[in-house]
Nanobody, 116 residues
């Protein structure tokens, strides 16, 4: 069984930055894609960013230019650098891992709140 544990969430003001981390219990070489999702209250879960095996990132339009996804295949870690945070970025952020078979694994999530 794979475990994904997110950390780094918190309360920040608009314009500030946060870095989320996700520790994976097995080698992330075994995963085709690694991604970050988020879910705001009353809204559906949306994919924020996805990184393939080479670390190439694809981003939702709402975060393009502000967020950066990266994966460390040696440390089995996934990161999300979030800059210029906005009120609408408030959500629970989930780390996800996708196998070649398209089986998905999710972490428990970490809360990010942007408030003045």
């Amino acid at each position: 069984q794979v475990q994904l544990v997110e950390s780094g969430g918190g309360l920040v003001q608009p314009g500030e930055s946060l870095r989320l981390s996700c520790a994976v219990s097995r080698s992330i070489f075994s995963f085709d894609n690694m991604a970050w999702y988020r879910q705001a209250p009353g809204k559906e879960r949306e994919r924020v960013a996805i990184a393939d095996r080479r670390g190439r990132g694809i981003y939702a339009d709402s975060v393009k230019g502000r967020f950066t996804i990266s994966r460390d295949n040696v440390k089995n870690m996934l990161y999300l650098e979030m800059n210029s945070l906005k009120f609408e970025d408030t959500a629970v952020y989930f780390c996800a891992a996708e196998e070649i078979s398209r089986t998905m694994y999710y972490g428990q999530g970490t809360q990010v709140t942007v408030s003045s």
